[in-house]
């Protein structure tokens, strides 16, 4: 019974146009039933039990508001995962079926503006709340739906904060706020679940105040404890295959929208292009983020997403050199999250070259050239 009601209920919230219904929205559509209770309290604790399959992630709204939690993953309807930043825990909640796992993946889909159905049976979205959700359906996902959501936690931290947790040294702290105040071009780069993200947050907090940031996305992620930032957000196509906006032309509109830096959130296609290009051209001290396994595959990584758009190896390799210098390199065990090392990349006669600054273990054979460049440039 409650199920059909709460398909019920939840088809009038449509009608009313209430994406993001409260419980007072709730209440209003059990009385507009004809089978709903009069009396209050059986109303409200009837509303109590609609509520969950209505509002915000249903069953696994906990885990999202859980500060703890960087991602909740679904296998199935009696296989629900999280990690709270020690590796994947398996949890006691379950759905009934995945007949309802897939509704919930659909209402959070449609919440963001997006379809998935047989039609368009997967779906990597941002929603309201900064969460990223991807979804896909069977018979693709075989013993699915499979849900992954990664929490955004709106929080920055800055440098001395995440020195107390360990995630930098004293030496890298004093390093980085150099490189910021030295508008050297940098990327942060690690593997997912890194820290990526918060790292940027913090990095970028501690920019002038004076200065303009631009900030471009695939997913509203960065949110910088900064009070002059403007974002734009990438847009996929619409079932009707129209309206698509890549990376690459919101850099290009960036440039004209008086940036004093430019931070591409996650390079993951030729857009790297059009940011090396950007960086070349006077406006120094962009950054961003790219997934690596080490700083020594930056330049491999670079060639990887860059020479399908069909740039040219060689004139890559001369605006990396010339527009990058810092690369700054996360790593993360099962208990923890940090800045591996600090390393600089340079063009060499057998291509390019990527040397160690400073690491965890002590100074590289770059540290020298690394202090030279924070002194030329005044920091």
């Given at each position: 019974?409650?199920?059909?009601?709460?398909?019920?209920?939840?088809?009038?919230?449509?009608?009313?146009?209430?994406?993001?219904?409260?419980?007072?929205?709730?209440?209003?559509?059990l009385c507009d039933e004809k089978t709903a209770p009069p009396d209050h309290e059986r109303l409200k604790s009837l509303a109590e039990a609609v509520a969950p399959d209505l509002t915000g992630a249903g069953a696994l709204q906990g885990f999202l508001d859980d500060p703890d939690v960087t991602d909740?993953?679904?296998?199935?309807?009696?296989?629900?995962?999280?990690?709270?930043?020690?590796?994947?825990?398996?949890?006691?909640?379950?759905?009934?079926?995945?007949?309802?796992?897939?509704?919930?993946?659909?209402?959070?889909?449609?919440?963001?503006?997006?379809?998935?159905?047989?039609?368009?049976?997967?779906?990597?979205?941002?929603?309201?709340?900064?969460?990223?959700?991807?979804?896909?359906?069977?018979?693709?996902?075989t013993r699915g739906p499979y849900l992954s959501l990664r929490t955004h936690r709106p929080r920055a931290f800055d440098l001395n904060q995440l020195r107390d947790n360990h995630t930098?040294?004293?030496?890298?702290?004093?390093?980085?706020?150099?490189?910021?105040?030295?508008?050297?071009?940098?990327?942060?780069?690690?593997?997912?679940?890194?820290?990526?993200?918060?790292?940027?947050?913090?990095?970028?907090?501690?920019?002038?105040?004076?200065?303009?940031?631009?900030?471009?996305?695939?997913?509203?992620?960065?949110?910088?404890?900064?009070?002059?930032?403007?974002?734009?957000?990438?847009?996929?196509?619409?079932?009707?295959?129209?309206?698509?906006?890549?990376?690459?032309?919101?850099?290009?509109?960036?440039?004209?929208?008086?940036?004093?830096?430019?931070?591409?959130?996650?390079?993951?296609?030729?857009?790297?292009?059009?940011?090396?290009?950007?960086?070349?051209?006077?406006?120094?001290?962009?950054?961003?983020?790219?997934?690596?396994?080490?700083?020594?595959?930056?330049?491999?990584?670079?060639?990887?997403?860059?020479?399908?758009?069909?740039?040219?190896?060689?004139?890559?390799?001369?605006?990396?050199?010339?527009?990058?210098?810092?690369?700054?390199?996360?790593?993360?065990?099962?208990?923890?999250?940090?800045?591996?090392?600090?390393?600089?990349?340079?063009?060499?006669?057998?291509?390019?070259?990527?040397?160690?600054?400073?690491?965890?273990?002590?100074?590289?054979?770059?540290?020298?050239?690394?202090?030279?460049?924070?002194?030329?440039?005044?920091?």
């Amino acid at each position: 019974m409650t199920s059909i009601l709460t398909q019920r209920i939840r088809r009038r919230l449509t009608e009313n146009q209430r994406p993001f219904p409260r419980r007072d929205h709730i209440i209003g559509a059990l009385c507009d039933e004809k089978t709903a209770p009069p009396d209050h309290e059986r109303l409200k604790s009837l509303a109590e039990a609609v509520a969950p399959d209505l509002t915000g992630a249903g069953a696994l709204q906990g885990f999202l508001d859980d500060p703890d939690v960087t991602d909740v993953v679904v296998n199935g309807p009696d296989q629900v995962w999280i990690d709270r930043g020690h590796g994947l825990e398996h949890t006691d909640t379950c759905f009934p079926d995945a007949d309802t796992v897939g509704r919930l993946a659909s209402r959070l889909a449609g919440s963001a503006g997006r379809r998935l159905d047989a039609s368009h049976p997967y779906v990597d979205v941002c929603l309201h709340d900064g969460t990223r959700l991807h979804a896909i359906l069977p018979p693709l996902a075989t013993r699915g739906p499979y849900l992954s959501l990664r929490t955004h936690r709106p929080r920055a931290f800055d440098l001395n904060q995440l020195r107390d947790n360990h995630t930098v040294d004293h030496v890298t702290a004093d390093l980085l706020r150099r490189i910021i105040d030295a508008r050297l071009a940098f990327l942060i780069t690690g593997g997912t679940g890194t820290g990526k993200t918060t790292l940027m947050n913090t990095l970028l907090s501690h920019i002038s105040h004076s200065e303009r940031i631009i900030l471009v996305e695939d997913n509203r992620e960065l949110k910088p404890a900064h009070p002059h930032t403007v974002g734009l957000q990438a847009r996929t196509a619409n079932p009707e295959g129209h309206g698509h906006v890549e990376l690459s032309e919101l850099i290009r509109q960036a440039l004209r929208m008086r940036p004093d830096r430019i931070i591409v959130g996650e390079c993951r296609g030729v857009e790297v292009t059009e940011l090396l290009s950007a960086l070349n051209t006077g406006h120094d001290g962009g950054a961003g983020t790219l997934h690596c396994n080490t700083a020594r595959d930056v330049p491999a990584r670079l060639e990887a997403l860059a020479l399908p758009g069909g740039a040219d190896r060689t004139g890559l390799h001369a605006q990396i050199s010339a527009a990058l210098r810092v690369i700054v390199h996360l790593h993360r065990t099962k208990r923890q999250r940090y800045v591996d090392h600090i390393a600089l990349i340079d063009d060499s006669d057998s291509g390019l070259e990527v040397s160690t600054a400073y690491s965890t273990r002590g100074h590289g054979v770059a540290w020298n050239r690394l202090l030279r460049l924070l002194e030329e440039r005044g920091a």
